[in-house]
């Protein structure tokens, strides 16, 4: 990106058609989005292939992934916001010292977590209550995928440099590629070389590795305002502070909310493989519909992080409700489609040939289709305080929708109307509307106009 269309581009955002912004940001997020998801995807297909066994168990230790990808994930949270609200201050220096302090943080705990978790893998698939098969299979698959943690980290590095600056379309491209990648290694690994899951889990590392060295390149370019100076690496204390005050607790809602999702995926797997495997397929594919919602969140909290460093509280405000109503008509409509059996069918089909396991994944499918346009208020809302430095708000909510909403629901469908398998599924949709119910209320307070972000003025530049 030139320094002319970074120009033109905090320009939009900080004075330009609010609409234009959002989507400006939004489109390219949305297939970056895609695009990520498309490596489970490409993996549950080619995985559905092979059997149930190994869908079920790429189902249930992915939690275990997500909960060290989300913690390292508020590390880079934090930077895109820090970062932002750098550039909509004018704070060019800091900018470029904060990036380079995401990068230090973010490269020494992805090494510390992959070390960790792969010798830990034994220990953790056995606590999941794996057996025979499953627990073979998701031993080999964690310890394999968990080692591409410094790749994935660096990617995000990359997008997070970019997103706040408002370029998403070099992270989407970058992402492109790295699918591109993924969708040839599968088959290939496999099918071709006969590697089961494992060739899943080393397609999905290998496609990481090249993708991680074009963003580690473009992150050192000197020819950037904002690039990594290998030279001049050195942690400085003020900003540290900074992203464990605003990372921190992204970090552990985002981690404590994973573990929940784990421990959910542990109580789907008493009732069988079949409903593990249709617990995945469902929350992939819903992962599809719900993407615009996810971008749109991402979009928000990058026009609301310049906004509020350059002081416009009505134009922060304005970018929440257009975003909001956006993503709720989007997502009402798309879930109402997908909410009808014969068209969840057909969707299911392409993921799994087990008679046993379709229906049970429809059914899970179509329930979290027609609510998901709650996931609207969820994520917006989430840009919304994450933009203006709430972390706090926003860790107590993802905390409370798993640990309180999520199994006080499944508590109460399995115990008092014993409704079997079934609890999952709504113990899932109703929890996620409880906390997107939540963050409207706590929107309605105007915590949010008080920016927990701190920008030093006299350091501004020109």
Known sequence: MTKRQKKENRELILSGNLITAILTLCIPIVINSFIQTMYN???????GKIGTDPMAAITLVTPVQNIVVNFGSGITTAGAILISQYIGAGNKADAKRMAEQIFLCSMLFSLLCAGICYLATPSIVSWLGAEGAVQKLSE?????????????????????????Q????????????????????????MLGLDMGIAGAAFATLLAKVPCAGIAFFALSNRKKEIFIDLKD????????????????????????????????????????????????????INSL????????????????????GAGQIDRVQRTCILARRMTVIFLFIGGLILSRDFVADKIVRIFSKDEAVIP????????????C??????????????????????????????????????????????????????????????????????????????????????????
């Open 41 to 47: 995807l490409t993996d549950t297909y080619w995985l």
């Open 140 to 164: 080999t698959y964690l310890r394999i995928v968990i080692l591409d943690m410094p790749f994935l980290y660096l990617i995000n590095i990359f997008t997070a440099v970019h997103q706040s």
């Open 166 to 189: 408002g370029d998403t379309m070099r992270p989407m491209l970058l992402n492109l590629f790295g699918i591109i990648l993924n969708m040839i290694f599968d088959p290939l690994f």
């Open 233 to 284: 690496l050195h942690f400085e204390k003020e900003k540290l502070l900074s992203i464990v005050q605003i990372g921190f607790p992204t970090a552990l809602g985002g981690s404590t909310m994973q573990l929940g999702f784990l421990l959910m995926t542990r109580n789907v797997y008493r009732y069988g493989t079949l409903s593990v495997a249709a617990y995945g397929i469902g929350n992939r």
């Open 289 to 308: 519909i719900t993407m615009p919602s996810n971008a749109m969140g991402s979009a928000t909290g990058t026009i609301v992080g310049q906004n509020m």
């Open 360 to 371: 049970l994944a429809v059914e899970y499918l179509s329930i979290l289709a027609i609510c």
């Open 373 to 462: 346009w709650t996931n609207g208020f969820y994520n917006v809302h989430t840009g919304l305080f994450q933009g203006t430095g709430h972390t706090m708000i926003t860790m107590a909510v993802d905390v409370s929708r798993l640990w309180v909403f999520r199994f006080l629901v499944l508590f109460i469908c399995e115990t008092v109307f014993q409704m079997g398998v079934q609890s999952i599924w709504y113990a899932v949709v109703i929890s996620n509307a409880s906390s997107a119910l939540l963050l409207w209320v706590l929107y309605r307070t105007g915590l949010w106009k008080k920016n927990k972000v701190k920008i030093k003025k006299e350091r501004a530049e020109g």
